[in-house]
T-cell receptor, first 113, second 112 residues
Framework: DGGITQSPKYLFRKEGQNVTLSCEQN?????MYWYRQDPGQGLRLIYY???????QKGDIAEGYSVSREKKESFPLTVTSAQKNPTAFYLC????????????FGPGTRLTVL | AQKITQTQPGMFVQEKEAVTLDCTYD???????LFWYKQPSSGEMIFLIY??????QNATEGRYSLNFQKARKSANLVISASQLGDSAMYFC?????????FGKGTMLLVSP
């Protein structure tokens, strides 16, 4: 089955620790995205990547880092510099610029204690 | 800059009735696209429908239709014959160069 997987579903970390969220897709999509969602809010863009080995900052990139070494994978690291990391994180992918629709994974809920 | 506004924090509808969820947008781009996504309590964002700014017809997908009024800059989602499974958050989004800008969403509750 083709789709986007994010693991784990729930993640707990102590304050001051870096944590990496996984996002994998087997849809052969070129572009991948990371969004953050806070309670009662819409999605805000953290980072996106349109091709392998290239990525761009979104609206709220501070305190986050990404890599895109493979087309299928776009991991997000939440660093200790991120002041309010507790949130719901959603990964998405899109085939290419001609096809606009982004498809989303199930999300990871990160809680920093 | 692009902006999406959803003014209804919550909506109530009875099963089998139709409901309209409002979305207004602002952009200076002559070409743009508008999306609606559904987010059930599980959290996953589910794509529902897309409308391009140059599309002549309003988009339809099953029970979902998009009431696109370009002059008024509105792209309202109409759900016909509501079902209990339609209870969820609904987000309107606009396509930028290669990213999406989302509204804050509307919570829809469908009662029996």
């Amino acid at each position: 089955d083709g789709g986007i997987t994010q693991s784990p579903k729930y993640l707990f970390r102590k304050e001051g620790q870096n944590v990496t969220l996984s996002c994998e897709q087997n849809l052969n999509h070129d572009a991948m995205y990371w969004y953050r969602q806070d309670p009662g809010q819409g999605l805000r863009l953290i980072y996106y990547s349109q091709i392998v080995n290239d990525f761009q900052k979104g609206d709220i990139a501070e305190g986050y880092s990404v890599s895109r070494e493979k087309k299928e994978s776009f991991p997000l690291t939440v660093t200790s510099a991120q002041k309010n990391p507790t949130a719901f994180y959603l990964c998405a992918s899109r085939m290419d610029r001609e096809v606009d629709t982004q498809y989303f994974g199930p999300g990871t809920r990160l809680t920093v204690l | 800059a692009q902006k999406i506004t959803q003014t209804q924090p919550g909506m109530f509808v009875q099963e089998k009735e139709a409901v309209t969820l409002d979305c207004t947008y602002d952009t200076s781009d002559p070409s743009y696209g508008l999306f609606w996504y559904k987010q059930p309590s599980s959290g996953e964002m589910i794509f529902l429908i897309y409308q391009g700014s140059y599309d002549q017809q309003n988009a339809t997908e099953g029970r979902y239709s998009l009431n696109f009024q370009k002059a008024r800059k509105s792209a309202n989602l109409v759900i016909s014959a509501s079902q209990l499974g339609d209870s969820a958050m609904y987000f309107c989004a606009m396509k930028g160069y290669s990213t999406l800008t989302f509204g804050k969403g509307t919570m829809l509750l469908v009662s029996p």
